[in-house]
Every structure is written in structure tokens, then in C-alpha cells.
């Protein structure tokens, strides 16, 4: 299983453009989510996902969009990049709703805007 | 004021120390509480998981929580230059989950 995985490792973007950060999980996990990872912030949650089909906002939504493809798969989009933007941003997977269970999260995706 | 607080660090310590990391929080509800660990440009791994106060043990890993006083510790004992991480608490109750902010932790050969 290759756990969660998330496209691209690195980017940058100027000022205004848009991109999409592909999330993909092969565990068969409910739900999924987008944290955003600041020197000295921690991780904040953008958005998450409780099951297919559903989204709700986490504590830093502005500026993002997300899309639960379906099961596995869980984007976010970026629709007119800022520099308070940049940052390294995580998708993280669980069985269940932010409950008991253990969040699994990917690489991350470096995202330098300028 | 956040609802979970972490000791800011970084922390340095010479390897074979006992390591104390701490949190506090405020939202009661809280159920749940996890110590992940997260290595340089790595995403955060779960260390320990509790859901009681008291102790758990993993090895050289201890998490302590206690309810009544909203603190939760994690202990590291001999610890290792593969210790070396940032430390993030994580607490949650249904529907709701929030992560400090992490210590950074370097343990010195």
C-alpha cells in the first residue's frame, strides 16, 4: 500500500495563478484533509472531508476550494495564489471523522508563491 | 487563547537524557489525544494515542494525561539522536480536532 500520496512534491507559483493539489489514498479511509504547516504555527486544517460527498471548513478555509473526487481522492485548489500562501501544505487520511482513529498523512506539497 | 498550548522550545538535550514535552488545553470535551512525530520534510507520524488519564507506555515512550488539570506529557527516556523531531500534540473530541504548534527536539550524540 503506498499509504497516502500527494502530487506535486514542490511548486512555485506567482502572484494571481491558480493550481490544483492532487491527494490520493489507497486505505479505504472515510476521511480525508488539508492542513497547511507554518515555521512555528503547527498545522491548521483548511478543509476536510467526513465521507464522499461532504466537505466542511476547518479553521484557515479562505482563499481555498476543495473537491472530493470520490473515495480516495481529495484536492484542493488554489484559485488566485497569494504569498501568505506559501507554505508547506499535508492531506491527511482517517477511518473516521476526526474521532478516535489515527490521521495518515502524505508527504507534503512545498508551495512557494512569489 | 489557542485551545491547545505546547511548549514552544526548541529543546537541545545530550543523548541519554530524559525528555519531558508538555500541552495544555482548555476545551474540556476533549476525548482523545495523540503525540505525533515529525521528522525534517517528512508529513507528522502517530507516536502514542490515549484516550484515559494516566500513563501509557511504547518502549522508551511514556504519555501522561491529566484530565482533571488539562496537561498532557510526553516522556522520553535514553533518548537518541534518532529522537531528533518535532513533537506535535493533537487532541479531539467528535468532529473537532486541534494540533499544538510542536517542539523541536535535538538530541546531541
Known amino acids: 500500500n503506498a499509504g497516502v500520496t500527494q502530487t506535486p512534491k514542490f511548486q512555485v507559483l506567482k502572484t494571481g495563478q491558480s493550481m490544483t493539489l492532487q491527494c490520493a489514498q489507497d486505505?479505504?479511509?472515510?476521511?480525508m484533509y488539508w492542513y497547511r504547516q507554518d515555521p512555528g504555527m503547527g498545522l491548521r486544517l483548511i478543509y476536510y472531508s467526513a465521507s464522499e460527498g461532504t466537505t466542511d471548513k476547518g479553521e484557515v478555509p479562505n482563499g481555498y476550494n476543495v473537491s472530493r473526487l470520490n473515495k480516495r481522492e481529495f484536492s484542493l485548489r488554489l484559485e488566485s495564489a497569494a504569498p501568505s500562501q506559501t507554505s508547506v501544505y499535508f492531506c491527511?487520511?482517517?477511518?473516521?471523522?476526526?474521532?478516535?482513529?489515527?490521521?495518515?498523512f502524505g508527504p507534503g506539497t512545498r508551495l512557494t508563491v512569489t | 487563547q489557542k485551545e491547545v498550548e505546547q511548549d514552544p522550545g526548541p529543546l537541545s538535550v545530550p543523548e541519554g537524557a530524559i525528555v519531558s514535552l508538555n500541552c495544555t488545553y482548555s476545551n474540556s470535551a476533549f476525548q482523545y489525544f495523540m503525540w505525533y512525530r515529525q521528522y525534517s520534510r517528512k508529513g507528522p507520524e502517530l507516536l502514542m494515542y490515549?484516550?484515559?488519564?494516566g500513563n501509557k507506555e511504547d518502549g522508551r515512550f511514556t504519555a501522561q494525561v491529566d484530565k482533571s488539570s488539562k496537561y498532557i506529557s510526553l516522556f522520553i527516556r535514553d533518548s537518541q539522536p534518532s529522537d531528533s523531531a518535532t513533537y506535535l500534540c493533537w487532541n479531539t473530541n467528535a468532529g473537532k480536532s486541534t494540533f499544538g504548534d510542536g517542539t523541536t527536539l535535538t538530541v546531541k550524540p
Open positions: 490515549t484516550y484515559s488519564s
Open positions: 486505505m479505504n479511509h472515510n476521511s
Open positions: 491527511a487520511s482517517s477511518a473516521v471523522t476526526a474521532g478516535s482513529h489515527e490521521q495518515y
